[in-house]
């Protein structure tokens, strides 16, 4: 049932990684409350799949590409003016690490991989959405970051550095923006089981030096409610920072761990 307090009636949104994991969340949540909404991924039957799916509950498009080509984010942004004739949202959900490893035994190409994915795809497609949100005189970035951008775990580094950069980067958007009624933030889930994870959730664990469930029982005991966070959690959060009701709240990099990053 949509909720008054964040209705996102009449709003168009775009979700980039909206085809599986949180993004997928995300982009139901955003229709369930009203929004119509473009997803963006590389995988034509996960994307396909995507827009079947929402489409069921209202306006959702599936546009195939590559965030990390500032040709392609562009594109994924300008869709919704094509689709829609408007663009009120750009969710920056992409990301992920192309390798887990110390950073002494890092490679370039994972260290290159992870900062485009996870940066860069940030910075092409809020350049191009601000193009539209601010001559509009409104409108929400709202950029995925994680709770290794508020601290950081061995074998992570580059993954941690771009989630922390993100942060750095809506904060300082917030400030060029807040005038013209756009807002900037992120949100930085916990550990959250989705398909990402279970594909590459060894890979990080073997990087800390253990086994994939002991990464997960450690995550746990840090947390406060003592489990992992859920992709609807972090989607609720999206949600409200994308509405009316949050005009208010710009420059934030709200957490949603359960409470791994309070103290």
Known sequence: MRSAVVDLGGKVAVITGGTRGIGRQIAGKFVEHGASVVV????RDAGERAEKELGVHGPALYVEGDVTSRSDAERMVDSAI?????????VNNA?????????????DDAWHDTIALNLHSVFYATRRALSYLVPQGSGRIITISSMEGKHADP????YAAAKHAVIGLMRSLAREVGPSGVTANCVCPGMVFTDLLRSQGGAIAAAMGMTFDQLVTVFTERSAIRRATTADEVAMATVFLASDAAAAVTGSAWSVDGGVTCC
Request: no cysteine.
């Open 40 to 43: 963006t991924g590389r995988g």
């Open 82 to 90: 094509g689709a829609y004739g408007r663009l009120d949202v750009l």
């Open 95 to 107: 990301g992920g690490g192309a390798a887990f490893a110390p950073l002494a035994e890092m490679t």
């Open 155 to 158: 074998g992570m580094g580059p």
